[in-house]
């Protein structure tokens, strides 16, 4: 997996788990709500200033846009 697949991935995961809209999650890192989507659907990849902006918002540390997410599945089992 690409690194821009994955950083988009847990971008929108992580939003996801704070329960906030991609309206939402841009109002609050002060950031245009369309490049929120933008990153979600890699067509820009982030600065590392923009990750650690998004970062803040959603009270996480910058690293865990760049983990792998074990599969969901092994979980279920």
């Known amino acids: 997996m690409r690194l ?3 950083v988009a991935r847990n971008l929108r ?3 996801h788990a704070k ?3 991609q309206e939402e999650l841009a109002d609050r890192a002060e950031i245009n709500r369309n490049y929120v989507g933008m ?3 890699e067509q820009h ?3 590392i200033d ?3 902006k998004l970062a ?3 009270e996480i540390d910058p690293v ?3 983990e792998r997410a074990e599969r969901q599945d092994a979980d279920e089992d």
Request: positive net charge; aromatic residues 8%; glycine residues 4%.
């Open 4 to 6: 821009r697949e994955l």
């Open 13 to 15: 995961r992580l939003r």
């Open 19 to 21: 329960g906030l809209s």
């Open 39 to 41: 990153l979600e659907r």
């Open 45 to 47: 990849a982030a600065t």
């Open 50 to 52: 923009m990750l650690e």
């Open 56 to 58: 803040i918002v959603l």
């Open 64 to 66: 865990a846009f760049f």
